[in-house]
């Protein structure tokens, strides 16, 4: 996947939009949530950051792919993790991931501010 099909891919999400909360970092967000840091570069390439679970079940992804996935700064130490885009990580596990992401930041929210959802648009 691209940078450019990632982020399509996570803005297709029911309720998701994009925003640009500091300068430089580009968003998904649903509800007034983030749930996916958008193409964020530097060095090393394309990347996207994704809340994955309980920061156990993001060190799994960090195990599997360590050369591509590693500890989001700041915020790691609650699940989520910063993954390279177009490196050893299959495109499939990479949406793999924003559904993770969107599913869990989905859950966290009110009623009021859930995304209405049909069964053929649910991941």
Known sequence: MTPE????YAL??????ADQPWEGDNVAKVGDKIFAFLGSGGPDGARVGA???????ADE???EF???ASVSPYIGRH??????IGGAIPDEALREAIDTSYDLVVA???RSQRPARSPSNSG
């Open 66 to 68: 360590p050369d591509d």
């Open 108 to 110: 966290k929210l009110p």
């Open 79 to 84: 699940g989520w993790n910063t993954l390279a």
């Open 5 to 8: 099909e990632v982020s399509a």
């Open 51 to 57: 809340k994955l679970g309980s920061r156990a079940e």
């Open 12 to 17: 297709a999400k029911p309720g998701a939009w």
């Open 61 to 63: 992804w960090i195990a």
